[in-house]
Structures are given as structure tokens and as C-alpha cells.
């Protein structure tokens, strides 16, 4: 279980986010939307330790990410931030098995190739693994991070936009496997994504930042409603009922 | 860090400096010149002038001469930076941080090596062109590489010119020509007189060309697209500055020497109070770079008297600790 | 397999520097040319090792450590001794306690713009890296003066200090050197796996849990240990790091540092010992080694910038 409390984050006297506190269940499929600039990815990127809250705190399973060892942190909680920079020349395999440091400091066992030969496989990957990560497409190489993350095998997976770059087939692809990961497995997977549609399709709680505030937060049938996705981007926007699904279209 | 100190600066040229400043600074510039006139070894005043043909001869052969070669030199170098600032949109790029005048000092180094003889003229000539050919390399490499930081343009920069300038010192060795090599990278208005200083008024002229040209400069600093877009001949553009940089740097390390930071403090320091519009600003960086150069000049004059200390090591000093200012200073507002 | 070969061929250089073509006295010859040869063991290590972290650290693969001013302070440290106390207090004052005296103060150096830099909550290794460039700068600028300032004579002597000078290392500094380097080495392999991990950046190193500011505090204090050590002992060498560095990325065929690592070392040692024996062998030329080898790394490091189409 995720909880933050009294989260703010200012660059230069200037306030992006907070004052927030909420929590977030284990389990599950958890979507954070909101305008740009809303604060999503600060607040996802201070519960995953990768930002220092100018005050306010986090706690992931009741470790403190402030304070706890990163170390320790990392066997329970992993983070995808939007920028990955690479200069190495690294292979999709070793990309992925990087996914096991926290487990194994380096020193890979039988078990850690299976699990990262499961990853490549969930992401299609597997034919892509001895090929560098330069000689790849934007959208491929998103898909070997988010491989990397899910080979780290932890309870609590924040994912920051990871559907950038790529198409229908792989954007859906890559929802599938969490949706998987989070019924089979039971993981909590956090995700800040833009596409509304998707969001609605796979996500079973839905987070609405707004100027660094919680606009809204509960089931996507509680906030994926006409009424609060207009008003949240400042857009028209109607919510057609298909298959019992919530989706939104934008009235032009 | 870069990026977000704009929107203040943004706002502070909305505001705009109030119209009196600039003359205030003109005023102060030109009383540091005054000043300069008359601080040196040899007592020059003014009843003195009038009355005896000594102190007027001396006046005339070495104290005008130095007066005006600060205040050109240091218009060429400020105005450089700003110029190259504009075209690679990178606040921390100028002729030192980008290898120009390492350029030039290979320059004048083959220039004395191959024509020993050879008039003045040659090694400026010389020294111009490579700072020009250097300048173009700098400016394809920074374009063919994506970097993700803007401070490893000037990095890179500094690099390229570690690797001429240690060609240089190989060359120096093996000529035996290490100190006098020493010499010119370390400058001076010592040995400035009449008959000497006389090339630098290429620099002030081409400083004028470039605030004629600023709008175009200031177009082709945002880009090849941009600049294309809104009718521009981008590589004219780029070429025409690149130039008058080039010219700039070589005639003054010629003349002078090297003069480091200038080019990075002045147009920082500009920008923080009025913005980044080149027809505005230049005029502020002209004149603020020949107060700094004005009064380094005169303290490395008055400090150690009767010797003087150069006034590249006066630079080199505070221009590092307002450099380090600047950084950091965005560094905590970013 | 590279690996191997590489070291192969390294030492088989070491020995033919070590055996060919001697005259007179073998016990002689020996001992100068092994004194040489714990020189260059010394020198492949420090600036091959220490650029590769250095890269890893600052997570750019173009850059050399030197350039953060080690060069820099330096000239000015040994312009200042023959400016203040003389020519012949240069020659004189070669000791070891002078040596670790440099050593010492360019590592406090260092360690103060470390942790002025890296610290609070917008450390920046790029700025950490401009900071030092502009100190570097600085410093030049108050060398050239002194040195514009001393006697033709005092001049020659100084710039004998300043080039780099792997033929003429005293042998009694050698232990010390090694121990430096082994135990710095020691130090590295312990951590040789989360090396790699900081070569994913920021972001992704602390979410595999590695604790990203103290690692790269660590690994460059680490260079400055080195950099500055072989500077001390060595002379600057601006480009030799750089050069070795960027072809042991080619040749290791593996981004890991424990592939990496020892390649950079085999292969510092191999230019230097190949090199050196046919300088001195073929061209009969004796003492120019790093000014060639810094050539060649410069001009390596053109040929990089021209033809790079990677990000940097």
C-alpha cells in the first residue's frame, strides 16, 4: 500500500504540487491523469523516491521512501520515469537483466534468467534481445524499460507515461501485461497516462490531479463522468457506455 | 537551470532598464577612460598637457593608444560572446569556451614559424582565418551532436580547444618558442602604442556591422527551421556571424592577447537585467565590457606600481568568481 | 578472449621492452628499464581506469577527467614553487612527501568542489565539471603570468616538470604508486557491479536501488585519487585516458566494467610499452612518447566529435 501525506513540491518559491495526502490500495490498476502540469509525474516520481518533496512524505509498505534504504526499497518498488538516457552499448537482455540488480547485486543465478527471459517474452522482446538498444526503435525501446521494471519483480510497479512512442498494438500489449500482472500476481501498479480511453479500459482506480491538487479520486465509474473530465481538462468531453465500458469522446 | 532563469529575464526586459541607465553607464564608461588616460607610470596632467610637448607626445604615442585598444578589444570580445551565445542558444559558449582563440593563437604560432619575417599583417590574417575554420568546426560538431545537457557544449568546446592548443605548446617546444608563446596568451596593454594598436578598429567596426545585422542573428539563433521559415538564408546568416566573431577574436589575440571570460560575464550579466534582444542589448554589453576591461586595466596598473599586473590575470581571476557566481546563482533559482 | 589477447599482447610488449637490444651492464639496463616499465603499469592504470569511471560517473563517454583542472592546478603548484623558492627548488624538492603533499591537495580540491556540487538538492555533475573547467581556466591564466615573470633558464627547467615525463620516475616512488593503484583497484572491484548500474542514469540507478549520489561521490573521488596521483608522478596527460578509454569500449564488446576495466589497463599498457620500444628502437628517439601519444588521443578525439552521430 501506498501513502503520502501532506506531499508539496516548489521550484523557486513556485509551488507545482500539494499540499496532497491520500493512499493508494495494494493491488490493482491505479491510473493518475490530469492536464498537463497538474503534478502527476512529481507526485509519482516522490512516492518512487526519485524527487525529494519539499515537505510532506511517502511511505511505500510502511517504508518511509525518504528515509529507508534504497537498497531495500528497490526489491519492493520500482520506477519508470518518462527520460531514460543511455550512452553504453547495451542489448535488450542486458537492459532487462539489469531489472535483477536489487536481488542479486550483480551476480545472476538460473532463476534470474528465467524471470528475465518471462519479461522479454511478456513483451514480445524476445527476438529483439541481442540487438542494442540504439539500433531500436523509440517504441521498442520503451518496451525493454518497461520489460526491465517488470523483471525487477516487485509489489509495487509507477510507471510514468509508459505508452509514449508507441502504437495501438503495443500500448494495449503492454496494458494486458499489467492488468495481468496485477490480477495474477496481485502487484499495484501505478501509471500516469494521458490517453483517457485506455485509462478507462484497463485501470480500476483513477487519480485526477489538477494544479497540484486531487481534483478527484475513486473507481473509473466514479471519475470518468462527463461532468468531471470536462470540467478537469477544460474540454467538452462526452462518455459514450460501450460493452459496459466507460469511453470518452471529445466533441469537436 | 538554463532554461528557467529566462522567464525572469523575460519579465525584467518587459520591464526594461529605465532610459536613463544606459546613458548613466556611458557616462561611467567614459570616466573609467578618462581615468585611464591619466594612471600610468609617467605623470601626465592636464595643465601639464597644455604646457609641455613631452607629456603631450606621450599622451598621444601611448596612453590614447592604450585607452582605445582596451575599450575595442574589450567591445570585440563582449560582443563576440553575445554573438555566439545567439547562434548556438547556449549561454555558456564563447571564443575561450568554444576554441576560437585557441585557433587564432595556432594562428600566430605558424604564422611566426613559417614567415619569421613576415609583417604584422600575416600573423593577423593567419591567426583570423583559423579562428574562422576552427569556429565553422565548432559549429557543425555542436549541430551533428543531439546533447542532452547545455553545459557539454562548452565542454566540448574546451576540449577542442585543449587539443589545439596543446598542438600549439608541441610546436612551441619544438622550436623553442614556449615563453614568447607564453607571452602572447597572456595579455597585456603594456606594450600598446601607436602604430601598434591600429588594427583593433576592425573589431569596432564590426561591431557596428553586427548591430546592424542583430535581427538576422538573433532569427538564425533559433534555428535552421526557424530561421528558414521566416525567409532567412540560414547559412549566410550563420556564416556572417561566425565571421565576425572569428575576425573579432583574431585581431584582438594578435594585438593583445587572450582576454578570458569577457565574453562569458558581460553578455550574462547584460541578459540578467534586460533580456536577450540583441539590437537592445548591445549597446549595454559594448559598453559594460569596456568598463570591466577599463577598470582590470587600471587596478593591474595601480596594484603592483611601477610594475603592472596583465590584465588578463586580473580577468582571469574575477571573471572566474562572477562566472562561478552567475552558475550557481541560476543554479538555485532553477 | 579479447581480454586476453589484449593482455597477451600487452605483455609481450613488456617484455620486448624489457629485454630488446640491450648493451652494457644487463643488471643495469634492467633495473632502469623495469623502473620505466612500474612507470607506464602505473600510468595505464590511472588514466585508463580513471577515465572509464570518470565516464561512467559523468555519464558521457567524450570528455577526460584532466579536464576539471588537474592539469591546471598542477602547472600552477609547480609554477608557484619555481617562482617563489627557484629553479633549482624544483629540482631539489622531489620527494615523496612533496608528491603525496600534491597528490593531497588536488584530492581536497576536488573533494571540496564534490561536495559543494553533488550536495543539496540540485546537484549537478555538469555543473560540478563547468565549475572546474573555469577554476582550471583561472588557474592558467595566473601560470602563464609567473611564468611570463621567471628567467629563460627557470623556464626550461619548469617545462621540463610540466610535460609528461614517464621515462624519468624515480624508483623509489614506485611501491607507493603500485599500492595506490591496487588498492584503488580493489576498491572498484568490489563495486564493479553497480558501475554498471549507474551507467543507466540517475533515475533508473536509485530505483534498482543503488544510492546514486554516494556511488558517484565515491567513484569520483576515486579519480581524483588517480588522476591526480598520476599527475603528480607523471605529468599531465591530458588525452592519453581519453584515447585508451574509447578504444577499450570498442574492443570489449561488453559494456560491463569488469570487461571494460582491465581492457582500458591492457590496452594503456600495450600503446605505452609498444610504443615506447619503438621510439626508442626505430626512431632512436627517447622522451617524446606522451607528447605522441597525446597527439594520437587528440586526434582520436576529433575524429570521435566529427563522425559521432550519438547522442553525447
Not at chain 3, 125 to 144: I, N, R
Request: proline share 4%; net charge positive.
Amino acid at each position: 500500500m501506498i501513502k503520502f501525506h501532506d506531499v508539496t513540491k516548489e521550484y523557486g518559491g513556485h509551488r507545482v504540487l500539494g499540499p496532497v495526502s491520500g493512499r493508494i490500495e495494494a493491488g490493482g490498476i491505479t491510473a493518475l491523469i490530469g492536464p498537463n502540469g497538474a503534478g502527476k509525474s512529481t507526485l509519482l516520481s516522490i512516492v518512487g523516491r526519485l524527487m525529494q518533496p519539499t515537505s510532506g512524505g511517502a511511505s511505500v509498505d510502511g517504508l518511509d521512501v525518504r528515509t529507508a534504504p534504497t537498497r531495500e526499497l528497490a526489491t519492493r518498488l520500482a520506477i519508470l520515469s518518462q527520460e531514460h538516457r543511455l550512452d553504453a552499448r547495451i542489448t535488450v537482455r542486458d537492459l532487462v537483466a539489469f531489472g535483477r540488480f536489487p536481488h542479486t547485486q550483480g551476480r545472476l543465478t538460473f532463476g534470474d534468467h528465467a524471470h528475465i527471459d518471462r519479461a522479454l517474452d511478456f513483451l514480445e522482446l524476445t527476438g529483439l534481445q541481442h540487438r542494442y538498444l540504439d539500433e531500436l526503435s523509440g517504441g521498442q525501446r520503451q518496451r525493454a524499460f518497461v520489460a526491465m521494471v517488470l523483471a525487477q519483480d516487485t509489489e509495487v510497479v509507477l510507471l510514468d507515461e509508459p505508452l509514449n512512442n508507441l502504437d495501438l498494438k503495443h500500448a494495449v500489449l503492454i496494458m494486458r501485461q499489467l492488468r495481468r500482472a496485477a490480477d495474477l500476481l496481485g502487484r499495484t501498479i501505478v501509471i500516469v497516462i494521458h490517453d483517457l480511453a485506455i485509462a478507462a479500459a484497463y485501470a480500476d482506480r483513477v487519480i485526477a490531479l489538477k494544479q497540484g491538487q486531487i481534483a478527484h479520486s475513486g473507481t473509473v465509474e466514479e471519475v470518468m463522468t462527463a461532468e468531471i473530465v470536462s470540467e478537469l481538462y477544460e474540454t467538452p468531453v462526452r462518455i459514450l457506455e460501450v460493452d459496459g465500458r466507460r469511453v470518452p469522446v471529445v466533441m469537436p | 537551470m538554463i532554461a528557467a532563469p529566462a522567464q525572469q529575464r523575460q519579465a525584467a526586459g518587459a520591464r526594461g532598464p529605465r532610459p536613463w541607465a544606459l546613458a548613466l553607464l556611458a557616462v561611467g564608461t567614459a570616466g573609467l577612460a578618462v581615468a585611464s588616460l591619466f594612471v600610468g607610470g609617467f605623470d601626465i596632467d592636464l595643465p601639464g598637457l597644455a604646457a609641455d610637448p613631452e607629456q603631450l607626445r606621450q599622451f598621444l604615442v601611448s596612453r590614447v593608444p592604450r585607452t582605445l585598444a582596451i575599450v575595442f578589444a574589450a567591445v570585440a570580445m563582449s560582443v563576440s560572446g553575445v554573438v555566439m551565445q545567439l547562434l548556438t542558444q547556449n549561454r555558456f559558449v564563447e571564443p575561450t569556451t568554444a576554441g576560437t582563440t585557441q585557433w587564432a593563437g595556432l594562428g600566430m604560432l605558424l604564422a611566426v614559424l613559417l614567415w619569421p619575417n613576415a609583417p604584422f599583417l600575416t600573423r593577423l590574417v593567419l591567426a583570423t582565418v583559423l579562428a574562422l575554420l576552427g569556429t565553422l568546426a565548432f559549429m557543425a560538431i555542436i549541430q551533428r551532436i543531439r546533447t542532452r545537457d547545455k553545459l557539454m557544449v562548452p565542454l566540448v568546446g574546451i576540449m577542442l580547444g585543449a587539443v589545439v592548443g596543446a598542438v600549439s605548446t608541441f610546436l612551441a617546444i619544438e622550436f623553442d618558442l614556449l615563453q614568447s608563446m607564453g607571452a602572447w596568451r597572456s595579455a597585456g596593454f603594456s606594450g600598446i602604442v601607436r602604430g601598434y594598436y591600429e588594427p583593433l578598429w576592425v573589431a569596432a567596426i564590426v561591431a557596428i556591422a553586427i548591430y546592424v545585422l542583430a535581427d538576422r542573428l538573433t532569427l538564425a539563433g533559433l534555428g535552421r527551421d526557424i530561421a528558414t521559415n521566416a525567409g532567412l538564408d540560414y547559412r549566410t546568416a550563420m556564416l556572417l556571424g561566425v565571421s565576425a566573431v572569428a575576425l573579432c577574436t583574431g585581431v584582438t589575440s594578435v594585438v593583445v592577447g587572450f582576454l578570458p571570460f569577457l565574453g562569458l560575464i558581460v553578455p550574462n550579466l547584460v541578459s540578467m537585467l534586460m533580456g536577450d534582444d540583441l539590437k537592445r542589448s548591445l549597446p549595454w554589453v559594448a559598453l559594460t565590457g569596456a568598463a570591466i576591461l577599463l577598470l582590470c586595466d587600471i587596478v593591474g596598473r595601480i596594484v603592483v606600481a611601477p610594475m603592472e599586473i596583465p590584465v588578463s590575470v586580473i580577468l582571469g581571476v574575477i571573471g572566474s568568481a562572477v562566472f562561478l557566481a552567475i552558475a550557481l546563482r541560476g543554479r538555485r533559482a532553477g | 578472449m579479447r581480454l586476453a589477447l589484449v593482455w597477451a599482447a600487452a605483455l609481450a610488449a613488456c617484455v620486448l621492452f624489457l629485454t630488446l637490444g640491450i648493451q652494457g651492464p644487463v643488471e643495469y639496463a634492467l633495473t632502469r628499464r623495469a623502473t620505466v616499465l612500474g612507470a607506464m603499469v602505473v600510468a595505464a592504470f590511472a588514466h585508463g581506469v580513471g577515465t572509464v569511471l570518470f565516464h561512467t560517473a559523468t555519464g558521457n563517454r567524450i570528455l577526460t577527467p584532466s579536464i576539471i583542472g588537474f592539469d591546471s592546478m598542477y602547472t600552477l603548484m609547480q609554477t608557484l614553487t619555481v617562482f617563489l623558492f627557484g629553479a633549482t627548488a624544483i629540482a631539489t624538492s622531489e620527494s615523496i612527501p612533496k608528491l603525496l603533499l600534491q597528490t593531497g591537495l588536488m584530492v581536497a580540491a576536488s573533494t571540496l568542489l564534490y561536495g559543494w556540487l553533488l550536495g543539496g538538492r540540485r546537484g549537478s555533475v555538469m555543473m560540478l565539471l563547468l565549475v572546474g573547467v573555469v577554476l582550471g581556466l583561472a588557474f592558467d591564466s595566473v601560470s602563464s603570468f609567473l611564468q611570463r615573470l621567471l628567467s629563460p633558464t627557470e623556464h626550461d627547467i619548469l617545462s621540463i616538470e610540466l610535460f609528461g615525463r614517464i621515462s624519468a620516475v624515480p624508483v623509489e616512488y614506485l611501491p607507493l604508486a603500485l599500492a595506490v593503484c591496487a588498492a584503488v583497484a580493489v576498491v572498484v572491484w568490489r563495486r564493479v557491479h553497480r558501475l554498471d548500474v549507474l551507467l543507466l542514469g540517475r533515475d533508473q540507478a536509485t530505483c534498482l536501488g543503488v544510492h546514486h549520489r554516494r556511488e558517484l561521490t565515491v567513484v569520483l573521488l576515486l579519480v581524483a585519487v588517480l588522476v591526480a596521483f598520476a599527475t603528480a608522478l607523471l605529468g599531465p596527460m591530458t588525452f592519453f585516458g581519453f584515447l585508451v578509454a574509447t578504444l577499450a569500449y570498442r574492443l570489449a564488446g561488453d559494456h560491463r566494467h569488469r570487461a571494460v576495466l582491465p581492457m582500458a589497463f591492457g590496452l594503456g599498457l600495450l600503446a605505452l610499452a609498444l610504443s615506447q620500444t619503438v621510439m626508442e628502437h626505430v626512431f632512436d628517439a627517447n622522451g617524446v612518447l606522451t607528447v605522441i601519444i597525446e597527439a594520437v588521443g587528440g586526434i582520436v578525439f576529433l575524429v570521435l566529435l566529427f563522425t559521432s552521430r550519438r547522442a553525447l
